[in-house]
């Protein structure tokens, strides 16, 4: 499932205006561990921005069925949860800095992030961490081995244009 969530997050998908602070351009998501149902696990993000231009928000949407941004059938997959633990870590901050989990419309599947809006250059390799290792502060994989799961990443050029994200809407 390691796989298809990397492949997932590399797929070319529909950009619409509110969801456009500057196109990610090869995209990543690296699990620490890709056992079904583990828990506190780590979940390396990775992009390079496309274009020069503002970020105060990036969404980070892991469906059950679709990676195309837009498409409704973003379901939560079996067991998966970013809300379990207490407190979800950020960390490893690099090429992006001043992000902050914010719990506005974050839900099991969606991690919405803000910070205060600065101008990020094009080409800017940019890579943070959910979790940490050790502790309890990490992410719960689906509960179904050999499972097929996609995630969104979503760069918004507002805090509250991340914060009024919701699944399957653009």
């Known amino acids: 499932s390691a796989v298809a969530l990397v492949s997932a997050a590399l797929v070319p998908a529909l950009f619409y205006a509110r969801a456009n602070a500057g196109l990610p351009t090869s995209r990543s ?3 620490a561990t890709s056992a079904a149902a583990a828990t506190d696990v780590t979940y390396s993000v990775a992009f390079t921005t496309a274009t020069t231009s503002n970020i105060g928000g990036i969404v980070i949407d892991f469906c059950d069925a679709s990676p195309i941004i837009g498409d409704s059938s973003c379901g939560t997959p079996a067991g998966f949860d970013t809300l379990a633990t207490t407190t979800l870590a950020l960390a490893n901050q690099a090429g992006i800095t001043g992000l902050s989990i ?3 419309n ?5 991690v919405v992030l803000t910070r205060s ?4 250059s094009s080409s800017t390799a940019t890579s943070f961490d959910l979790g940490s290792s050790g502790g309890t502060d990490g992410i719960t994989n ?3 081995g050999n499972h097929t799961f996609y995630a969104r990443i979503l ?3 507002t ?5 009024a994200y919701t699944s399957g809407t653009p």
């Open 29 to 31: 998501i690296t699990l």
């Open 102 to 104: 914010d719990t506005t």
């Open 106 to 110: 974050s839900d099991a599947n969606t």
């Open 117 to 120: 809006v600065s101008s990020i």
């Open 142 to 144: 689906p509960n179904q």
């Open 155 to 157: 760069t918004f050029d």
């Open 159 to 163: 805090g509250a244009g991340a914060q």
